[in-house]
């Protein structure tokens, strides 16, 4: 087997397991991927213990701001408050982030304003 069959033969195996260069398999009239914005954008003030969250708050994003809430807890915040505002919150997350506050010790409390 010559250099350029092995070669080539790489190359289709790539296209067609998605491992090729970006933009490889996909028809040429497609053009580049475009990236999507966040579902949610989480900014945290560490001096105040508050987390503010802005757009679609999911399963996911709940899951990572429950491991913000726990970060400021372990840098000495006994009250975590989380500003949703008009954010969105998914059924699921909601459950994520009462099993959160449920789950708090004593004397330490997780406020969604």
Sequence with gaps: MSREEAHRRTDARRRRTGQGPPGAGRPPDEGPARSR??????????????VCVRGHLDG??????????????ESGHRQVVVLLGS????EEARALLAGLAR??????SLELR
């Design 60 to 73: 996911l994003g709940a899951e990572f701001l429950g491991r913000i809430v726990a970060a400021l807890r």
């Design 103 to 108: 789950g708090l010790p004593a004397g330490h």
């Design 37 to 50: 914005p966040p579902l949610c954008t989480l900014r945290t003030d560490r001096a105040a213990g508050t």
């Design 87 to 90: 954010a969105t919150v998914a």
